[in-house]
T-cell receptor, first 117, second 111 residues
Framework: AQKITQTQPGMFVQEKEAVTLDCTYD???????LFWYKQPSSGEMIFLIYQGSYDQQNATEGRYSLNFQKARKSANLVISASQLGDSAMYFC??????????????FGKGTKLSVIP | DTEVTQTPKHLVMGMTNKKSLKCEQH?????MYWYKQKAKKPPELMFV???????INESVPSRFSPECPNSSLLNLHLHALQPEDSALYLC??????????FGQGTRLTVV
C-alpha cells in the first residue's frame, strides 16, 4: 500500500501567486516526521520544511508553510508569492524507522510545479 | 556546513567495468544513505549505513555493494551493471530523526 500520496502530477501557478501542493500519508507509527523536498532539473534534493507528528503548530520556513491536518493525515505544502525559480519537482516524504537507530525516507511520486511569468 | 559531496557528477561505464561512487559528509552525521532515482520517479532507498551497521533493501542486486571506510565516507561499488541500472544515484546523510541532506547526485549511464 502506498504510504505517501501526491495526487497532482503537475501544477501551474502564476508568478507572485500562492500554490498548495497536496500530500496525504498513511502510517501506524505514532512518532513520524513529514518532509518536503524540492528537486530542480539539476537533480539535487533540497530540503524545504519539516513537520513532526507531535508538533502542535504548523511548520513555516520563509515562503514555505506546511498545512498539517493530523486527523486527515495530510501535510500540504503552501508556497506563497511564487517565483520563477520555484519551478521544479516537489516531493513529500515520510520518515520511518529502518532499525538500529536509523531512519529512512519514503517518497511520494512528486508534483511538477511550473511557475508562469 | 550542510554539504554532502558526491563524486563523480557524471559517469558512463560499460557493462564489464568496475567503478565506484563516492559520498562524503563532514556534519558528524551517523547515518548515510544511497538512493536510486529513475527518470520521472521518486528516489528509492538502496542502503542505509547507520552507527556502523548496514541495512540493505533486499531488492537491490548484488552488483551494487556499499562500503563505509569511516563515518564520513560512504562508497558505492559498481560491477557488471546492466543498462537498466542507468539512473541518478543520490547520497544523503542525517543525524537520526532530523532531515536528510542530499548530495547533488551522480548521473550514471551504463552502455
Amino acid at each position: 500500500a502506498q504510504k505517501i500520496t501526491q495526487t497532482q502530477p503537475g501544477m501551474f501557478v502564476q508568478e507572485k501567486e500562492a500554490v498548495t501542493l497536496d500530500c496525504t500519508y498513511d502510517t501506524s507509527d505514532p512518532s513520524y516526521g513529514l518532509f518536503w523536498y524540492k528537486q530542480p532539473s539539476s537533480g539535487e534534493m533540497i530540503f524545504l520544511i519539516y513537520q513532526g507528528s507531535y508538533d502542535q503548530q504548523n511548520a513555516t520556513e520563509g515562503r514555505y508553510s506546511l498545512n498539517f491536518q493530523k486527523a486527515r493525515k495530510s501535510a500540504n505544502l503552501v508556497i506563497s508569492a511564487s517565483q520563477l525559480g520555484d519551478s521544479a519537482m516537489y516531493f513529500c516524504a515520510m520518515r520511518e524507522s529502518s532499525g538500529a537507530g536509523s531512519y529512512q525516507l519514503t517518497f511520494g511520486k512528486g508534483t511538477k510545479l511550473s511557475v508562469i511569468p | 556546513d550542510t554539504e554532502v559531496t558526491q563524486t563523480p557528477k557524471h559517469l558512463v561505464m560499460g557493462m564489464t567495468n568496475k567503478k565506484s561512487l563516492k559520498c562524503e559528509q563532514h556534519m558528524g552525521h551517523r547515518a548515510m544513505y544511497w538512493y536510486k532515482q529513475k527518470a520521472k520517479k521518486p528516489p528509492e532507498l538502496m542502503f542505509v549505513y547507520s552507527y556502523e551497521k548496514l541495512s540493505i533493501n533486499e531488492s537491490v542486486p548484488s552488483r551494487f555493494s556499499p562500503e563505509c571506510p569511516n563515518s564520513s565516507l560512504l562508497n558505492l561499488h559498481l560491477h557488471a551493471l546492466q543498462p537498466e541500472d542507468s539512473a541518478l544515484y543520490l547520497c544523503a546523510s542525517s543525524a537520526g530523526r532530523a532531515e536528510a541532506f542530499f548530495g547533488q547526485g551522480t548521473r550514471l549511464t551504463v552502455v
